[in-house]
């Protein structure tokens, strides 16, 4: 057997594990500042190898996001919690090229991050979607009087936000993510914002009668405000649906069933085994 090294590196803005061996330099890193600490990476790890810090609250002060901590002595660099980051927070690489052993094997899918701009509609003073997006993700460029709109989707969670609030009908983005989030507000200790506080999509969750609402129509379904809220029963959350591309694998059907249910599970499953079928008749035709 060759000798293997492990590493690890962290500051304030991310953490670094490293498995080296004689041929093969795995590296993950984790970008702090897209992560926010939503737990689905952790829940689909099939080693365990990732845990969620929680932090305590400060007196008179807002709560903060959970955070990641990941086990350099666990982790085999699968890639699935790359493929399922829906903010892109976690990269895997090999011999310093991106690398995902699932993805490449097929037992994983991929998100489908589809953002399209039809730039021909933009103004060319508008940066309203620029303005709108809350990871600022999106820049807005004036060239030789051309607009050019460039979106980082790989670390785009797609809430949305850019498409209403644009002025001309622009943009076009589907979500990843479907579900519902239900907030049992007879249930909320008074005075309490914690799931506002660490919501990342501004406009998602708000306030309104000194009561907090969520508006679907933005919501990413990312489950942090569940996990951070300090009442179990307060916040429902179910997902329906994730668009991602086509595999059919026990290790998918295992993710899926634990970030949904395992109804979405079964129905996937039957979706997919007849397009499946369909295909195979066409190819024979």
Known sequence: MSPMKLFREENENELIIKRLHHIRHYSLTLDKGLCVGCELCKSICPVEAIRIQIPQREEKGKVKRPMINIDEKKCFYCGLCDSICPFGAIQIKLNGNRFNMSVDKETFPQLIRDITVDTSRCPLDCIECEKACPLNLIKVKVINSIVQVEVKKENCPAC??????????????????????????????????DCLNVCPIMGALYISDGKIYVNELLCVYCGVCKLICPVSEALKLSRTGILCTYVRSGTWHKALEKVTSTLIMSKDLKIRGSVKAIDSVKRRV
């Open 160 to 193: 949305r936000l850019c498409e209403l609030k644009c002025p001309k009908d622009a943009i076009r983005v589907r979500r990843i993510f479907y579900g519902k989030l239900i907030i049992r507000q007879e249930k909320c200790p008074d005075d309490c914002q």
